[in-house]
Structures are given as C-alpha cells and as structure tokens.
Nanobody, 124 residues
Framework: QVQLVESGGDSVQAGGSLRLSCAAS????????MAWFRQAPGKEREGVAV????????YYTNSVKGRFTISQDNAKNTVYLQMNSLKPEDTAMYYC?????????????????WGQGTQVTVSS
C-alpha cells in the first residue's frame, strides 16, 4: 500500500504561480512513476504531468507544457508540481497518483494509488 497526501492548492489570480506537493508513504519502493491529474467541474479527469522515479524522465500534457514542471525529492518521497502562468482553465482538483507498471501513462487505469486531491482555483 502507498499513501499519497497532496498539499499546496489555493486560490490565485491569472498569471500567478503555485507549487503542489505530494508526500508518499508506505511501500514506495514499488513505485516506478508518479503523476499529477486534474479534474475540473463537469469534466473528466485528465493527466497533467508524469515523472519516472528511476531516471527522472518527465512528460506533460500539451496544455501545460512550458508552464508546469514536475519534479521529485527522493529523500523526502515527495513529488512537486510547479505551476506558473496560471490560467482560469487550470482551475480543478489536482490529484497525485503513483504507479508500478508505467505504460499508457495518460490512462487512469494504470495508476495504482491516488491521493485525495487539492483544489486549485484561478480567477481572471
């Protein structure tokens, strides 16, 4: 079992920045990739960013490329999502996820554990 706890969500104005954190505990040695997903009201959950914990490879959905950065601190078992130049369309609940078999990374079904989410609200 892996427990994930997100933090850092807040309300900000467009153009602002936030850094989300996801602290992992439990059987983290089985984790090969970590991700951030988000779900806006009335929309499906979508993948935002993925990091492979072994070699640090990162992947982003097109809408956040150049604005968001996913990173990890292995000593703290924590993954971060630095979000810059925020837009109102970034408003959503942001979820952290961990996975063992990291194929089809944008498919929600491959992720084994999920956090409870942290709310990000961007006003215009």
């Amino acid at each position: 079992q892996v427990q994930l706890v997100e933090s850092g969500g807040d309300s900000v104005q467009a153009g602002g920045s936030l850094r989300l954190s996801c602290a992992a505990s439990g059987s983290t040695y089985k984790t090969n990739c970590m991700a951030w997903f988000r779900q806006a009201p009335g929309k499906e959950r979508e993948g935002v960013a993925v990091i492979f914990t072994g070699d640090g490879r990162t992947y982003y959905t097109n809408s956040v490329k150049g604005r968001f950065t996913i990173s990890q601190d292995n000593a703290k078992n924590t993954v971060y999502l630095q979000m810059n130049s925020l837009k109102p369309e970034d408003t959503a609940m942001y979820y952290c996820a961990s996975g063992t078999s990291c194929f089809n990374i944008w498919n929600q079904s491959i992720w084994n554990y999920w956090g409870q989410g942290t709310q990000v609200t961007v006003s215009s």
